[in-house]
Each structure stands twice: as structure tokens, then as C-alpha cells.
């Protein structure tokens, strides 16, 4: 198999969860396919030295990338966090659904809504999880932090989006 | 459709990456050149400085300070 081949196996097996970090922490999947691109750039530089690791030591070097990454494109976009702060203030208008699928996808807004407004610990470790497709344990590793406090994360986020649903349900009947 | 359910048409909805976006980020970084860092033309002009100031320096015997 040659590198080119070899490269693709790493990075199939990883983009998902890089992007799904990404977007959780800059709310923009568009920027995070910028960062991913980014982090797997410098993978491809060191690959000679990632191919030899072991999945989950492949997994740990790329986060340890993405968060050093996420950290300078914080600093470049804190004014515009601001901004977005104050147009995700606006509430959610729901209108009245014609049908099941029309319902279907106001439950989608309303839970996207829901995450954008999620504190951001909670915000990166629901989209690791549901996009990313990470376990308690997997995102403990990728992001530094104990499995217990991922999981804590995961429950708070969780109960905010069923309240959120909830009081849509309410609304709705 | 519960939260799970929910979650999964968001994830598909707004996070997920549409195949050619994927495979494109795929070809640009894999057209770079593997294993060329950068930062050597850095630490080499970095060092061939340290180098040239080191041997412009007059040679004077340390005998102790006067």
C-alpha cells in the first residue's frame, strides 16, 4: 500500500471526530473543515512518525493538534463570538407544522438552536459524541480530561436539549 | 422521534461534511509535500547566523578578567 493509500486509512478513520471538534468548538462546520484540513495537513508532515502509533495514539496526536489549533482560532475570534452571542440572544421563533416531517425538522432547530446556546465544554462533548461518534472514554482522551467529567458534560447537555424539546412539545399540542 | 433520533438528523444536517468537501480536503493536503516542514529554512538561517557571528568573533585567550 503506498502512502497516499495509507494516509487516506488514518484520516478516514479519524476526520469525523477532528471535524465534529471543530464545529463544536466554532459552531461553524465550514471553519472546522478549515481546521480539520489544518490538522491533518500537519499529520501528513509527520506521517513517517503517526503511522507507527496505535489507533487511540493516533487519535491523541491529532486532538493534541486540534486543541492547540482551537486555542489560536480563539484568540482570532473572540470579537466575533461576541457578535454571534448577541444574535443567538434572539428567541427561536416556531411556527405552527403542517406535518410529521415538517415537525420533524423543527425538532432538529429547535435542538440546533438549543447547542449552539450550550456552554461550550458541553457544546464539544455532545458533538463529539453524536457527530463524531465518540465514546465517554474516546473524548476523555482526546480532549485531557477525566472520563467522569465527559460523561457529567454529556448529562447536563442532554437534559438541556430534553427541556428544550419538551416545552416544543408543549407548545405544539 | 426522540432525542437520539434528533440528535443524529442534526449531526446529518449540520455538522456532517458532504463527500466531495471531504475528498477534497483529502487531495489538498496530501499535494503537499509529506514530510517537508517548513520551519527548517527557520532553525537553518537560525543556526548559519549563530554560526557566522560565532567565527567573526576576535579570538582572545581567556586568561581571567582584569
Known amino acids: ?173 | 422521534m426522540d432525542l437520539d433520533d434528533t440528535l443524529r438528523a442534526w449531526a446529518a444536517q449540520e455538522v456532517t461534511l458532504p463527500t466531495p468537501i471531504v475528498d477534497d480536503v483529502f487531495r489538498q493536503v496530501v499535494a503537499s509535500s509529506p514530510g517537508l516542514d517548513t520551519r527548517w529554512w527557520t532553525r537553518f538561517s537560525g543556526r548559519l547566523a549563530a554560526n557566522v557571528v560565532a567565527s567573526t568573533r576576535p579570538r582572545i585567550p581567556v586568561t581571567g578578567v582584569r
Open chain 1, 1 to 173: 500500500m503506498d502512502r497516499g493509500a495509507e494516509f487516506r486509512e488514518l484520516y478516514d478513520a479519524h476526520r469525523t471526530a477532528v471535524h465534529a471538534y471543530f464545529t463544536g468548538r466554532t459552531g461553524d462546520r465550514w471553519l472546522a473543515a478549515d481546521l480539520m484540513q489544518e490538522t491533518f495537513l500537519r499529520a501528513w508532515r509527520r506521517f513517517p512518525e503517526l503511522s507507527g502509533l496505535a489507533d487511540d495514539g493516533q487519535r491523541a496526536w491529532l486532538f493534541t493538534v486540534a486543541r492547540n489549533l482551537s486555542i489560536d482560532e480563539h484568540r482570532h475570534s473572540r470579537t466575533r463570538a461576541a457578535a454571534d452571542a448577541v444574535l443567538r440572544a434572539e428567541p427561536v421563533e416556531v411556527a405552527a407544522p403542517a406535518s410529521a416531517s415538517v415537525l420533524a425538522a423543527e425538532r432538529v432547530a429547535v435542538v440546533a438552536e438549543t447547542i449552539k446556546r450550550l456552554p461550550e465544554p458541553q457544546r464539544v462533548a455532545l458533538t463529539l459524541a453524536a457527530a463524531g461518534g465518540l465514546t465517554s472514554a474516546e473524548i476523555a482522551t482526546a480532549l485531557g480530561v477525566p472520563a467522569g467529567t465527559v460523561r457529567y458534560r454529556l448529562s447536563l447537555a442532554r437534559r438541556t436539549l430534553a427541556e428544550a424539546l419538551s416545552t416544543y412539545d408543549d407548545v405544539e399540542q
